[in-house]
């Protein structure tokens, strides 16, 4: 029978609290068991969870693994439950010792016993993984991508904003005030860490980037309506980042052999394409998906989400206007029947709901002027 210890942290994630929620915690061989009223994806085995030291001196073990319903973090401070812990997890590695020297044993044998055989197909092998991997790419990106913690992903947002940055002109003012706001309220309770940035820029586009980075333009700002509108846009985008569809899309651009590498912790390859993030094209699932999950984050924020749909709508109308988010976003008749049918769906409680506290009017007024008479953006 397993013997499971008790020992105590703070968690974070799906369903606990923004600032970390206190847990007990059952350890044993096999892995991790969270003792909450629900389980939270709280069962990791130890293959499934990445651990490392923090905190003062290293004194705290920190722990992450991926759920069902997305990244979690248990960190453990408590020094008898540190000791616990290290106890457990030195047992387990010296078990994954013995079981990979048992089988590294058994892989000497079976290489002597069949070595004429893969003489023979030392040619033929790698054409046929080659094309199975290239066959199986989707779930290959998708396997890649698991493997990246939220902390991973931080640091290659945070390279690829570094880059970004360069080709961008932002500002401060009531605008970016307002954004910084609502982009917080909206994402209450992530597990990412997210900064909102407004550029100088004509052009009606808004972009995320992996690990919480998302950048709006003036000239979003300038064509929406109201403040409502600009939540509508920035719960899309803030979707884009929970769902990880930008680095989803940003590993496909880089190739196979990033791909791979991703897996081993190299992120190089994908910082590199920093540049050329706004350019990137988001799936008709990926866009649906954030629509949607987009709509429901407004409802829990307490925010009207029917500007959303008619933001969109309006944008997708204005085919004279520089509308650079729709390159990167396509538009279609489908997802605005499909929002329009989720808000007819909710109760009129969740849609009538009290405005937004901005005076957008004063806001607009003060944004950079990009727009002249009968012209273009």
Do not use: C
Not at 172 to 182: H, K, L, N, Y
Not at 323 to 349: C, G, Q, T, Y
């Amino acid at each position: 029978m397993t013997e499971l210890n008790k020992i105590t942290g703070l968690a974070w994630g799906p369903g606990f609290q923004s600032t970390g929620s206190p847990v007990e915690v059952l350890i044993s061989s096999h892995g991790l068991r969270l003792t909450t009223q629900n389980d939270y994806d709280g069962m990791p085995a130890w293959s499934e969870v990445s651990v490392r030291n923090g905190g003062f001196n290293d004194s705290q073990v920190m722990i992450e693994w991926q759920g069902r319903a997305g990244n979690y973090m248990l960190t453990v401070s408590d020094i008898s439950s540190v000791a616990a812990l290290k106890v457990q997890l030195k047992s387990v590695t010296q078990n994954k010792e013995t079981i990979k020297a048992a089988g590294a044993r058994r892989r000497d044998d079976a290489t002597r016993a069949w070595s004429h055989v893969f003489i023979w197909g030392v040619f033929v092998l790698p054409m046929l993984v080659l094309v199975a991997i290239v066959w199986e790419y989707e779930r290959l990106v998708a396997w890649a991508i698991s493997h990246v913690t939220v902390i991973q992903e931080r640091k290659l947002g945070e390279q690829i904003f570094a880059l970004t940055k360069q080709r961008l002109t932002l500002i401060e003012g009531p605008g970016a005030t307002m954004v910084r706001e609502i982009g917080a309220r909206l994402s209450q309770g992530s597990a990412y860490q997210y900064e909102f940035y407004v550029a100088d820029d004509a052009s009606v586009n808004a972009f995320a980037m992996p690990g919480g980075f998302i950048v709006m333009n003036t000239g979003l700002l300038t064509l929406a309506d109201n403040a409502e509108q600009v939540a509508g846009v920035l719960a899309h985008e803030i979707q884009h980042v929970e769902k990880r569809h930008s680095l989803n899309g940003m590993v496909k651009s880089a190739g196979l052999m990033v791909t791979v590498s991703l897996v081993f912790g190299d992120l190089s390859g994908v910082a590199a394409l920093g540049s050329d993030l706004i350019r990137l094209k988001f799936s008709r699932q990926h866009e649906a998906e954030a629509d949607i999950e987009g709509l429901k984050a407004l409802v829990v924020s307490g925010i009207s989400p029917t500007e959303m749909r008619d933001f969109f709508r309006k944008m997708s109308e204005k085919e004279t206007l520089d509308l650079e988010w729709f390159s990167s976003h396509p538009a279609s008749n489908d997802r605005f029947m499909s929002l329009d049918a989720a808000i007819k769906a909710l109760l009129p409680a969740t849609v009538v709901v009290k405005p937004l506290p901005y005076d957008y009017a004063a806001i607009k007024a003060v944004l950079p002027a990009h727009f002249k008479p009968g012209g273009k953006i």
